[in-house]
Nanobody, 111 residues
């Protein structure tokens, strides 16, 4: 059974940092592209960042230069390092791998 379990969300002041984790079981994250999405209240879910099996990364323009996606193949865990956080980054963040989604973790950035 495949499971993606996120952690690391919380409340932080603007300008602060958080690191989200997505621990996988039942499947290896090194095989395919891993993605982080987010969904703010009353908004559509949006793609934030991806990392390919080869390690290539892509980011939404809104987070470029502030967020970093990475993957630890030994721990079978993906990460999203978020720096210089802004109130508009407030959302539920989800990791996605192939057809599987994590349960989401809330990130709230206060001004």
């Amino acid at each position: 059974q495949v499971q993606l379990v996120e952690s690391g969300g919380g409340l932080v002041q603007a300008g602060g940092s958080l690191r989200l984790s997505c621990a996988a079981s039942g499947i290896s994250l090194r095989i395919d592209t891993m993605a982080w999405y987010r969904q703010a209240p009353e908004k559509q879910r949006e793609l934030v960042a991806t990392i390919s099996s080869g390690g290539s990364t892509n980011y939404a323009d809104s987070v470029k230069g502030r967020f970093t996606i990475s993957r630890d193949n030994v721990k079978n865990t993906a990460y999203l390092q978020m720096n210089s956080l802004k109130p508009e980054d407030t959302a539920v963040y989800y990791c996605k791998y192939r057809s599987w989604w994590g349960q989401g973790t809330q990130v709230t950035v206060s001004s």
